[in-house]
Structure formats: C-alpha cells, structure tokens
Nanobody, 122 residues
Framework: QVRLVESGGALVQSGGSLRLSCAAS????????MGWFRQAPGKEREFVAG????????YYADSVKGRFTISRDNAENTVYLQMNSLKPEDTAVYYC???????????????WGKGTLVTVSS
C-alpha cells in the first residue's frame, strides 16, 4: 500500500509561483509513474502533469504546458510540481497520484493523496 502526502499548497497572487511536493511511502517509489491532478470547485477532476518512473518522460495538460514542471527524486521518494505564472483558473485542490503505468485518466489510478489546496487571487 502506497501512501501519498502532498504539501505546499497556499494562497498566492496571480503571476506568482508555488512548488508542491508529494512524499511517498510504503511501496517501491521508483516503480510507479507519478502524476498530479486537480479539482476546482464544481468541476471534474482533471489531469495536470505526469512523469514516468525514471523521470525522463514528462507530459502535461495543454492548460499548464510551459508554466508547470513536474519532477521526481527517487532517492527521496518525492515528486514535485513547480507552478509558475499562476492564474486564478489554476485554483483547485491538487492531488498526487501513483500508478503502475503512465496515464492522464483519473479512473483506475492505483493510489491518490488527500490533496493540497492552491488558491490564486486576481
């Protein structure tokens, strides 16, 4: 059983930056593809960014491409999401995920964290 704990969510002004972290425990971290999803109030959960087990392969939603960067440290069992040029529409609860294969689909994912709230003020 893999446990994922997100941190780093905060209130930030439009144009600002935040770095989210997700610490994993209870499994072989380097065997999982990791991802970030988000859910805004009244909206469905959506894919944000993903990274393969080695960290070489990354992929992003069009809405965050060029602004967000996902990375991982397999020695520290941690995945990060660097978020720059934040916009009010980025406001959401951000969830960390671990899955045996890389995916952009929310259904069927092996493990989810409980989320961290990011609020971007205009």
């Amino acid at each position: 059983q893999v446990r994922l704990v997100e941190s780093g969510g905060a209130l930030v002004q439009s144009g600002g930056s935040l770095r989210l972290s997700c610490a994993a425990s209870g499994g072989t971290f380097s065997s999982y593809a990791m991802g970030w999803f988000r859910q805004a109030p009244g909206k469905e959960r959506e894919f944000v960014a993903g990274i393969n087990w080695s960290g070489v392969g990354t992929y992003y939603a069009d809405s965050v491409k060029g602004r967000f960067t996902i990375s991982r440290d397999n020695a520290e069992n941690t995945v990060y999401l660097q978020m720059n040029s934040l916009k009010p529409e980025d406001t959401a609860v951000y969830y960390c995920t671990a899955n045996r294969i890389a995916t952009i689909r929310a259904d069927g994912i092996d493990y989810w964290g409980k989320g961290t709230l990011v609020t971007v003020s205009s």
